[in-house]
């Protein structure tokens, strides 16, 4: 695993209008949540209970590692990147192959390898490509987004599992407005595909996705800015451009070449021009 931004630093235009505190769950645990709250410039508390009245979110250090905790309980309970266990650990083992959806809108089976993950989020799409065998930078334009994702990535990579530690060392992690990591790349930089999840609203009755959905909202705002993010994009892919959208959503732009869908979701292909294709 390799990390691009080593000190934390936001990017100027991230959009977050919710307060934030870090706090440490127990004593031994004080000095990483100082560390943190100075590499984010975020207010430090020790006791849960004195914030729960001010801010609108927790970035709690534990021994389970980074979580964010809405102080509503109505939106819910704590929110962690944990690539070892839970949803996202049963991915990797049922992923099921290059036959699902997502892997056939990436055109894995055409041996297409680098990803730039652009709206890398807790990480989930990119380390399930990466399970599938490509080589994966995710990118991430929230600070504690992006403190999260880090820090699944070092437990993952600390696990006692050979499979799992080769599946993090495929994926890399670039603080930054993906758009600006786009148009600031070389023709020899460009991956094969790059990948855009629009942050579509959920439907139905899963709670997980809609207190997740709700969470990243607080931090990082409503995309709208995911028709530039597709252009810079569509101007750098080698090969194609995919985008995530609720399976009955209306495409993010014209010139869809093909879509594939899941039950819930949409992968929508944006082929690459003949010039980047000849690349």
Same mark, same amino acid.
């Given at each position: 695993m390799s990390v691009a931004a080593l000190a934390i630093e936001p990017p100027a235009n991230s959009p977050t209008s919710h307060s934030v505190a870090v706090v440490a769950e127990e004593v031994?645990? +004080?000095d990483r949540a100082g560390e943190l709250a100075d590499e984010l410039h975020l207010p430090l508390f020790e006791i849960v209970a004195a914030t729960r009245?001010?801010?609108? &979110?927790l970035l709690t250090v534990g021994a389970v590692g980074l979580a964010i905790v809405p102080t509503d309980s109505a939106i819910g309970g704590a929110v962690r990147v944990d690539f070892v266990r839970g949803p996202t650990a049963f991915r990797r083992l049922a992923a099921g192959g290059r036959r699902q959806p997502l892997a056939l809108a990436m055109g894995m089976k055409r041996g297409y390898s680098t990803v730039l993950d652009a709206t890398a989020g807790l990480g989930r799409d990119a380390f399930l490509l990466a399970c599938l065998g490509c080589r994966v930078t995710a990118v991430e334009r929230s600070a504690i987004f992006f403190a999260m994702l880090r820090d699944g990535l070092a437990r993952a990579r600390s696990a006692d599992d050979a499979k799992l530690r080769a599946v993090v060392d495929r994926m890399s992690l670039h &603080?930054? #407005?993906?758009? #600006?990591?786009l148009r600031a790349m070389t023709i020899e930089d460009a991956p094969d595909v790059v990948y855009i999840d629009t942050m579509y609203e959920p439907r139905g009755k899963s709670a997980l996705a809609k207190k997740?959905? +709700?969470?990243? +909202?607080? &931090?990082v705002g409503d995309d709208g800015d995911a028709f530039e993010l597709l252009d810079a994009a569509r101007a750098v892919a080698r090969h194609r451009v995919v985008v995530k959208r609720h399976r009955k959503a209306e495409p993010l732009a014209p010139g869809v070449s093909v879509s594939h869908a899941g039950r819930v979701? +949409?992968?929508d292909v944006y082929l690459a021009s003949p010039p980047r294709r000849s690349v």
């Open positions: 031994p645990f +004080r009245h001010s801010f609108d &979110l &603080l930054g #407005d993906s758009r #600006d990591v997740e959905m +709700r969470i990243c +909202r607080m &931090l979701v +949409r992968y």
